[in-house]
């Protein structure tokens, strides 16, 4: 993989990357066989490694950490003008380019995460997809799961377990795993399942997304967008600020 410039927002390093990079480098990791971690930033990944520096270290463990929603991608720009990122990514976007190019390359894939009934579904949504096993993600055994993976011969492991909890997992069992490419998604493994609700095209293009979620979701979501965004924004100036003294 080709070294590619990092930016640094709240003490965490963030690959200036774009889809094609990445899914360049998850190609050459199956054809080289050589491990790729990738995972993803976004605003209340951001606000809890602010109150948990040890994520900040997980995700320092990754060989490819994008950035993920429009607060992240504004907040870089916000920081450091021109300097920022310079494309705005979405991980339910890159994991619908990422089932294109599986079903193109049949790649196998593995996916841990989520409920049964999710898993299920990405068969039914994907018949073309090559998938190899499945895990759900809140009963199992981790060297169970990893036997299964393992003999599973994957090329590529989905990991939905929520943060920091799949960076964990991930970061303590890479050794173990005999897999080419991990990929921690959150609740985007239902993307591949075709049942995570997105909204218009038109909420997409603004980073609006999240509002859809919301209304799904009050109960879980309401402080991660109520109080994590302001918050965000308040620490982005405040990190502005600091980083205008430093100069």
Known sequence: MMPIKTIDLFGIKLNNISYAEILD???RSIQYQKQLKICYVNVNSLNLSMINYKMKNLFSEF????????????????????????????????YEKLIYDCI????????????DETLNQIKRKHPQLNVVGAQNGFEFDSTSTINEINQSGSDILIVGLG??????????????????????????????????RRGPKIFQKLGLEWIVRLFFEPKRLWKRYFIGIPLFIFRVIKYKFMISKIR
């Open 63 to 94: 060989d490819v950490v994008h950035n993920d929603g429009l607060g992240v991608f504004l907040g870089s720009k916000i920081l450091y003008g021109k300097d920022g990122l310079v494309n705005r990514l979405s991980g339910s976007d890159l």
């Open 163 to 196: 943060t920091p909890k799949q960076e964990e997992w991930i970061i303590l069992n890479k050794q173990d795993l005999k897999v080419s490419v991990i990929i921690s998604v959150g609740d985007g493994i239902k993307v591949f399942s075709g049942t995570k």
């Open 104 to 115: 193109k390359y049949n790649y196998k894939l593995f996916f841990f995460g989520d409920k």
């Open 25 to 27: 480098s998850i190609r």
